[in-house]
């Protein structure tokens, strides 16, 4: 497995925004690909975007498509989340994820079919 840990959240205004990173360490030669979900107070675990092990293939919620963009770069073995446009509806704690694997058609998938998972890093938008 690999470990993940995240890195970039924080209060924003409405309208700004926030790049957030995901750091992998351990096995990571390994191929996976990286989702990331978010979880506002009160709320299930919700998937934000995805992406294939070599970057080829991203997946977003409908929610965020043309406001976040996930990349990539597997030499520093990190992966980004790049967040524009930020709404008071995306305050949230954001955790990236990793499922062993190359070749996923949909990575928009239960939470619980991911394997390791960050500690979260906190977005908080003000309107």
């Known amino acids: 497995q690999v470990q993940l840990v995240e890195s970039g959240g924080g209060l924003v205004q409405a309208g700004g925004s926030l790049r957030l990173s995901c750091a992998a360490s351990g096995r990571t030669k390994s191929r996976y690909a990286i989702a990331w979900f978010r979880q506002a107070p009160g709320k299930e675990r919700e998937f934000v975007a995805g992406?294939?092990?070599?970057?080829?293939?991203?997946y977003y919620a409908d929610s965020v498509k043309g406001r976040i963009t996930i990349s990539r770069d597997n030499a520093k073995n990190t992966i980004y989340l790049q967040m524009n446009s930020l709404k008071p509806a995306d305050t949230a704690a954001y955790y990236c994820?990793?499922?062993?694997?190359?070749?996923?058609?949909?990575?928009?998938?239960?939470?619980?079919?991911?394997?390791?998972w960050g500690q979260g890093t906190q977005v908080t938008v003000s309107s």
């Open positions: 992406i294939s092990w070599s970057g080829g293939r991203t």
């Open positions: 994820a990793a499922l062993p694997g190359s070749d996923y058609q949909n990575l928009n998938i239960p939470p619980s079919s991911y394997g390791s």
